[in-house]
């Protein structure tokens, strides 16, 4: 039985297995188009796939493939055919067999969790049938049986308090933090996450979510900055390779944009403070024995926000993958 974790977010989705094994790729999909030359020489990682009587370009295949990329980033994409395809195509990269037998951990927005945790989980268990295509389209390079025995599904930014308080067998190794007062910041891609926990304790009214505060908003901002700077148009989700390196090159000229990130990113933070202080006053927040900061977006944002959170801020080690791999912690605890 394979333990698995996936986290489909709306920026990326993430992949563990307990064999090893791991998958992160751009969450958009796009119909396939079989090329119309292939040598079987391509040396690209070109994910195409069939599932459930559809034919999908799947992650950076799909933007380099297509023209009308689809990256939904509403609360039914998560059980459409679009979010099941990628769920499927995620478990299918970690499987080493042919069939494999699965226990998964997967996980849903904070808002969404009580409304769709039954559905989510009862659409992932099933049997997954995914084929493999070969880029060209003449053949079917594999062929894979997922078939989900057990599923816990977790809300999202629990998955970094399970990957901070757990060891990876599952076993609690911070008894402290485990007892504590600790808030999650999750900055996703589209969707800014708050979660407050008291001794492993889900805190209801101060737990929610908030769309449009992701990272995605920062990256529009640095956008229109580097429009009014440098008059180069280049897309949002063009920008990480950019924010990551501090400059871009144009005409064979480097130009660094150090100050044009500071500004777009701690406009993106405010906003995400606003959120902060609203479903956490000071009162309580002040309280809080730990804030932990993570997600893809925190991994960029979360020094532009630990100076004004008013309690003990950490980004987490390995942001971009913490609720992943808490949800593989989590699965080694449930599923000894």
């Not at 799909?62 to 990329?69: K, L, M, N, P, Y």
């Not at 007892?179 to 805190?203: I, M, S």
């Not at 777009?264 to 902060?276: K, N, P, Q």
């Not at 609203?278 to 926000?305: C, H, K, N, Q, V």
Request: hydrophobic share 40%.
């Amino acid at each position: 039985m394979l333990k698995t974790a996936v986290d489909v977010g709306f920026g990326r989705v993430k992949v563990l297995g307990a064999n090893g094994r791991k998958a992160n790729f751009p969450a958009v999909v796009a119909d396939f188009q079989p090329l119309n030359f292939a040598s079987g020489m391509e040396s690209g990682q070109s994910l195409a796939i069939e599932y459930q009587g559809r034919s999908w370009w799947i992650g950076e295949a799909a933007i380099r493939q297509s023209t009308a990329v689809r990256m939904t980033t509403d609360r039914t994409r998560t059980t459409n055919e679009e979010g099941m395809a990628l769920l499927a195509a995620g478990m299918a990269q970690v499987g080493e067999n042919p069939q494999e037998l699965v226990n998964l951990v997967i996980g849903l927005p904070v808002r969404f969790f009580a409304g769709m945790k039954e559905e989510y989980g009862k659409m992932a268990r099933d049997v997954h049938k995914v084929n493999i295509l070969s880029p060209g389209g003449a053949q079917v390079k594999e062929r894979r049986v997922v078939i989900v025995e057990g599923v816990k599904v977790l809300p999202q930014p629990f998955g970094t308090l399970f990957d901070c308080i757990l060891d990876d067998s599952g076993s609690l190794r911070d008894r402290v933090l485990a007892g504590g007062r600790v808030g999650v910041v999750d900055v996703g891609w589209n969707t800014l996450d708050l979660c407050r926990a008291d001794a492993l304790e889900y805190n209801n009214p101060q737990s929610d979510s908030f769309s449009g505060q992701g990272l995605f908003s920062a990256f529009q901002e640095l956008s229109r900055e580097i429009y009014r700077e440098l008059e180069v148009e280049l897309p949002p989700e063009r920008l990480e390779p950019i924010v990551r390196d501090r400059r871009i090159t144009l005409a064979g000229k480097k130009h660094d944009v150090s100050e044009l990130i500071d500004r777009a990113f701690s406009a993106a933070a405010e906003g995400i403070l606003s959120r902060v202080r609203s479903l956490w006053p000071d009162r309580d927040r002040l309280l809080f024995d730990a804030i932990l900061i993570t997600g893809g977006g925190g991994a960029l944002i979360g020094e532009y926000l630990i100076p004004y959170l008013g309690a003990p801020a950490r980004i987490v080690e390995g942001a971009i993958m913490a609720n992943c791999r808490g949800y593989l912690k989590f699965a080694h605890r449930v599923w000894k």
